[in-house]
């Protein structure tokens, strides 16, 4: 309500009348003045008193709140984007704070937050600090002061030991012909490569976790491509190093975005995207159960929920598993009888599907798992799967998450193709990774256990807390086939009869073939455990190592880079 007050009244009089009637009516009381003083003031029913000064500032922090002009919300409606604050709404339960919201606000052209949100924001009772690229906004893209935001974000969130989530909408660097300062803000010391550099520094300090809603290219892609884990929505984002246009100027190539560098590609080929899911709720949804088997820094204990059942029955899992090695079965079936219901959380799963890589948790408690699929090329460890493997070992290490390893592999597949897709480049990351790393481990072999893939399955050598070995179990320097052919070559050619042939190979492959019994006894393996109890094995296995300590290494760093 505005009131006016007629007649001479010093200040103090004017206050308490306008106090009184606020009260008295309930409401907030504008006094309306004739501009010959400065009293002007709005009062609430409390008698709390809200000056002009304070009105304009949370005035203009309302308008700030509104994003970009209005053709930046027709942009966004007509590309099927969620407005920056809703898609904050959707991930945060609350947001604790913002810095930095007048960032350009006072510029010429009007860029409010200079198109980059950034805050602090809970998840679960979690703090977790954010930045949101602001699409209604020069379409996000990327100017200094919202540079410096970025910055100043990520540094303060390792010294709050916080976990980043970067919700990424950015064409890229803002460019502005003639304005020297705007555009050079990606090579300075404290603009662009500095928050690149900040995201390789904090890299395993505290998890940094990207969703892509749009297409971002040249520099402006290396920001979700150095995060943790990446998250990309389906139909709307994309990365490249270079734009179609910029790509058919100077290869000649005629692609668009999409097939450039859409999710698909990123998900299937380059192994670049953790998840893709198809919209910008499911994104949300996964951003908040990503979080959930990660702690708030490498320091921190992870995160714990009440333990529940396995999806399945554990008592079934013998019979998932068949008697020919060369038969197939879905490894799926396997962790649905060792993990809580519901638990699986499986990253890259288009990628490289020979290998599984997913999150879970056993009597509540995170792990990461790293399995062979049979069901997919026999579960041989492919130069792109090594990579996938190794990739994500390093990120368990990295925050304290305890590893299983289900092994059922053949060991690396062999052929000119591989070899020259690095198989023995790629090949020794997972081993390294698996070497070096230092969270309690877990090795079960479940069938198969052929030549190096047992290495980079963490084999009984490569210092597992545990190996562990099911009746099923075959731990040989190669399979039966090979090691026959091998040794017996000449023999078998020998052979006219193919009846005779068949069954001198047969016989031979049976006499190969190791007692998994026998090589209990040698202590080959720690345990050889009934199938039925595996989830028991693991439970109280990993409790047992729950306070597993790290050793230090006398070195800088090791020289394989991953």
Excluded at 514 to 541: P, T, W, Y
Aim: glycine residues 8%; aromatic residues 8%; hydrophobic residues 35%.
């Amino acid at each position: 309500m505005k009131v006016q007050i007629d007649g001479e009244y010093d200040e103090e009089t004017v206050r308490a009348i306008v106090t009184a009637l606020s009260h008295h009516l309930g409401e907030s009381v504008t006094l309306e003045t004739d501009g010959s003083d400065d009293i002007g003031a709005s009062f609430t029913d409390e008698g709390v008193i809200l000056t002009d000064r304070e009105e304009r500032i949370r005035a203009d922090l309302e308008d700030i709140a509104t994003g970009g002009p209005e053709r930046g919300h027709e942009k966004i409606e007509q590309l099927d984007k969620e407005f920056v604050r809703d898609r904050i709404d959707m991930v945060f339960d609350d947001v604790q704070y913002e810095d930095g919201s007048f960032a350009g606000y006072a510029n010429d052209d009007r860029t409010p937050a200079d198109g980059m949100i950034t805050g602090v924001g809970t998840i679960d009772g979690r703090d977790v600090f954010f930045t949101a690229n602001d699409y209604t906004v020069k379409a996000g893209s990327l100017g200094q002061q919202g540079i410096e935001k970025a910055i100043r974000l990520s540094e303060r969130a390792v010294t709050a030991r916080a976990p980043i989530v970067r919700l990424i909408d950015s064409t890229g660097a803002r460019l502005s012909p003639g304005d020297r300062k705007e555009s050079s803000s990606h090579a300075g010391r404290y603009t662009g490569g500095k928050s690149f550099f900040n995201q390789c520094i904090h890299s395993g300090q505290v998890p940094q976790i990207g969703v892509l809603y749009g297409p971002n290219i040249a520099g402006s892609a290396y920001t979700p491509i150095f995060c943790d884990f990446l998250i990309m929505v389906e139909e709307i984002s994309g990365m490249a190093i270079a734009s179609p246009r910029i790509v058919e100027e100077v290869t000649g190539e005629d692609i668009d975005m999409q097939q450039l560098g859409g999710p698909d590609v990123h998900a299937t080929h380059s192994g670049s995207a953790d998840l893709v899911v198809p919209d910008e709720e499911t994104a949300a949804t996964k951003v908040r159960d990503l979080l959930s088997y990660l702690p708030q820094d490498y320091q921190s204990p992870l995160p714990e929920r009440p333990g529940t059942a396995p999806r399945r029955n554990p008592e079934g899992l013998d019979a998932v598993i068949p008697e020919n090695p060369n038969e197939a079965y879905d490894v799926h079936d396997v962790l649905e009888r060792i993990v809580d219901e519901g638990s699986l959380f499986e990253l890259k799963p288009r990628f490289a599907p020979e290998l599984v890589t997913s999150f879970g948790r056993i009597d509540g408690r995170p792990v990461g798992i790293v399995a062979n699929q049979p069901n997919h090329v026999s579960g041989a460890i492919f130069p792109d799967s090594a990579e996938k493997a190794s990739d994500f070992i390093w990120k368990c290490d990295a925050f304290g998450i305890p590893l299983i390893y289900l092994c059922d592999t053949p060991g690396f597949m062999v052929g000119s193709q591989v070899e020259r897709q690095g198989v023995l480049q790629k090949g020794r990351k997972f081993i390294y990774a698996t070497s070096n790393a230092q969270v309690p481990k877990f090795c079960v072999i479940t069938r198969k256990a052929y030549g190096a893939g047992i290495y980079a399955m963490c084999g009984p050598s490569f210092e597992p807390d545990s190996t562990l070995a099911l009746p099923s179990a075959e731990l040989a320097v190669m399979g039966p086939d090979a090691a026959v052919r091998a040794m017996f070559s000449d023999q078998i050619d020998e052979i006219d009869d193919p009846a005779e042939r068949e069954a001198f190979v047969e016989e031979t492959k049976d006499l190969y073939r190791k007692d998994i019994r026998k090589q209990a006894s040698s202590m080959q393996v720690d345990e050889l455990a009934a199938a039925s109890d595996l989830r028991r094995q693991l439970e109280r296995r990993i409790d047992a190592y729950r306070n597993k300590r790290r050793i230090e290494r006398d070195r800088h760093h090791g020289t394989v880079l991953f």
